[in-house]
T-cell receptor, first 113, second 114 residues
């Protein structure tokens, strides 16, 4: 069964600190993996998208890694800011027709001052 | 803004009401989607339209009725809903209906059924 598991479920950090969010998946055949940021009550916004051949991709203070062998991905946030408080969702898609996007439940990050 | 606009942003309706959610995209995309996001759950795909034809319906109850009059507009007609239908309803669009193209999401409509 295609699944995406994220950890931790929630995380609280102090402003300026770094953090890493984890995503494990069992999606096959794998097409790509995306990380989305979703502010409370708003739609998800794409941060990064990685295909099978990409190991790391950065978007400002966000760096995503992908290990296709172990089927794991991480999202590292550097020098966190209050505006980073949001839900971070890992989404994996499979190579098939239609829209086989499998969503994780997300990690809720709270950055406090 | 992602180029996908949803209205209204908030909606409260009774179980006997009929209402519609609207989604509009200005990205020139060919595929549009409705997702449901309940508390503590992953996003659930409801409907997919590609080139104005419905290509996927994930066993959604008939009290939810989608309509796609053209590639830029998508509606979700609601009638005789249940309290458990209260959720954030998200619209998304992508260049086409293939899974490896990026989906852009709207801001969502927060629906409360009383």
């Amino acid at each position: 069964k295609n699944q995406v598991e994220q950890s931790p479920q929630s995380l609280i950090i102090l402003e300026g600190k770094n953090c890493t969010l984890q995503c494990n998946y069992t999606v096959s055949p794998f097409s790509n993996l995306r990380w989305y940021k979703q502010d409370t009550g708003r739609g998800p916004v794409s941060l990064t998208i990685m295909t099978f051949s990409e190991n790391t991709k950065s978007n400002g203070r966000y760096t995503a890694t992908l290990d296709a062998d172990t089927k794991q991905s991480s999202l590292h946030i550097t020098a966190s800011q209050l505006s980073d408080s949001a839900s971070y969702i890992c989404v994996v898609s499979a190579w098939e027709a239609g829209t086989a996007l499998i969503f994780g439940k997300g990690t809720t990050l709270s950055v406090s001052s | 803004e992602t180029g996908v606009t949803q209205t209204p942003r908030h909606l409260v309706m009774g179980m006997t009401n009929k209402k519609s959610l609207k989604c509009e995209q200005h990205l020139g995309h060919n595929a549009m989607y409705w997702y449901k996001q309940s508390a503590k759950k992953p996003l659930e795909l409801m409907f997919v339209y590609s080139l104005e034809e419905r290509v996927e319906n994930n066993s959604v109850p008939s009290r939810f009725s989608p309509e796609c009059p053209n590639s830029s507009h998508l509606f979700l007609h609601l009638h005789t809903l249940q309290p458990e239908d209260s959720a954030l309803y998200l619209c998304a669009s992508s260049q086409d209906g293939v899974s490896n193209t990026e989906a852009f999401f709207g801001q969502g409509t927060r629906l409360t059924v009383v």
